[in-house]
């Protein structure tokens, strides 16, 4: 069998396809990564066969570039987390989905689908599995008649927010039920050659199966049923473990990681500075991330860092966190899973990119850790939250039940025969 992965060009979600790429190398199939050049270093060092499709696509550095580009919805005005009922009228629905084609544009473009069409046309893969990010992956599909699945990297709020507006959609005059996802969708049909009135259906929206590691708790109404439970195996990139990693902690390890350098994390309002000033006072070993080469002496008041503190450009979370008491983190999916499979209690400081914030309290609901809003993210705050997380067992042995869900899942492996029973299954006729 022949099994195309295709994402964007981001770190985070290509980890993501890793576990499942290498159960089906394992299991005798072929297996190729397309995504932007961008990426091809990082698909390579995983020892995958890497493809490049479209142009370069630096998101993030797009993304730091725009007005708004911080803020959830990415500055649009729409938010496709969004669950306010009060707010989730039709024309909010409408208008979320139709933004969303445009970051799916951004995304993955018209160049981009080109290269992947002409990579499925003349490689002929049995099955494409898609980061749910990047919609040129069904599209190529239907296109060469294979069979396609999505793979997801968050709570399925594409499933959620699109079950919503066909539900909305049926209750509008016939003049306003515009489908601004779908119609997106089915100009890159045409596009291709395809008659869009035959080929778009549902299941280029959902997949024709989607394959999900996220935990139970973190499921939304409107998924659907076709869902593949996949328990996560984490992959951290090319790493090597510290010898410091191995050294029994003499008091309370605790990670912290936001995804950003220091000056970054300053100049985003994380007072980080700060934190490590108030690390000095806290009985606690605080490995971070905000990135080795900083300078102490930037830090006011401070000549040098607390002996109890360390900065480290980066380390595997799934080779430190064993080690750790605590782990204070934005809420990306990637942390997530790792901080849940090694049952770690949890501080998140949501970040905006999806729905972090609801990740985090979702997770606080289930006892196995807290949430702090990033407009009250303080030294002080922080250490009262850290003392809770410690000193109350509550929340290692509520982290230590998630963990056991996750681990009770199948594994990539075992979900390889679902996949090749999807393969053999075909695509929907274009």
């Not at 195309?4 to 072929?30: C, K, M, Q, Y």
């Not at 690390?279 to 990135?291: H, N, P, Q, S």
């Not at 850790?369 to 250490?383: N, Q, R, V």
């Amino acid at each position: 069998m022949r099994v195309l992965i295709t994402t964007l060009a981001l770190d985070s979600h290509f980890f993501n396809t890793v576990p499942i790429a290498w159960a089906l190398r394992t299991a005798g199939h072929e297996v190729r990564v397309a995504s932007q050049p961008d990426l091809m270093e990082s698909i390579t060092r995983a020892g995958l066969t890497a493809v490049p499709v479209g142009p370069d696509l630096n998101l993030m550095e797009q993304n730091r570039e725009a007005d708004g580009g911080d803020q959830p919805g990415y500055g649009f005005g729409y938010n496709i987390a969004e669950t306010d009922p009060e707010k989730l009228t039709w024309e909010y629905v409408r208008d979320t989905l139709k933004t969303y084609a445009h970051i799916a544009e951004l995304a993955a473009n018209q160049q981009t689908l080109e290269d992947l069409a002409r990579l499925t046309d003349s490689w002929r893969p049995d099955l494409v599995i898609w980061d749910a990010m990047t919609y040129t992956g069904p599209i190529a599909a239907k296109a060469s008649g294979a069979a396609q699945a999505r793979l997801v990297f968050g709570t399925d709020h594409w499933a959620r927010m699109r079950s919503l507006f066909l539900r909305l959609r049926e209750e509008q005059a016939p003049g306003d039920r515009e489908d601004g996802l779908g119609d997106w969708m089915r100009g890159r049909l045409e596009g291709l050659g395809l008659d869009p009135a035959k080929a778009f259906g549902e299941e280029l929206v959902y997949g024709q199966r989607t394959i999900d590691p996220m935990p139970e708790f973190l499921r939304v109404p409107g998924e659907p049923t076709n869902r593949i439970p996949v328990r996560p195996v984490s992959y951290n990139g090319r790493s090597v473990v510290p010898d410091w990693v191995h050294e029994t902690p003499k008091r309370p390890r605790v990670f912290l990681t936001l995804g950003l350098t220091l000056p970054e994390a300053n100049h985003q309002g994380f007072p980080v500075y700060n934190l490590l000033k108030a690390a000095a006072d806290l009985d606690v070993e605080l490995i971070t991330t905000v990135g080795a080469g900083a300078d102490p002496s930037e830090v006011p008041g401070l000549d040098k860092l607390p002996e109890n503190v360390r900065l480290v450009d980066f380390v595997p979370l799934n080779e430190v966190l064993p080690s750790c008491s605590a782990i204070i983190h934005h809420g990306g999916g990637g942390t997530l899973q790792n901080s849940l499979r090694h049952g770690t209690p949890q501080i998140i400081v949501p970040g905006w990119l999806w729905d972090e914030k609801a990740t985090a309290q979702a997770l606080a609901g289930e006892g196995a850790g807290l949430c702090i809003d990033p407009t009250e993210f303080t030294a002080d705050s922080l250490s009262e939250s850290l003392g809770r997380v410690l000193d109350e067992p509550g929340f290692r042995e509520q982290a230590g039940r998630l963990r056991d869900e996750l681990l009770a899942r199948p594994t990539p492996h075992d979900i390889v025969p679902e996949l090749e029973a999807l393969a053999a299954e075909g695509g929907s006729p274009a």
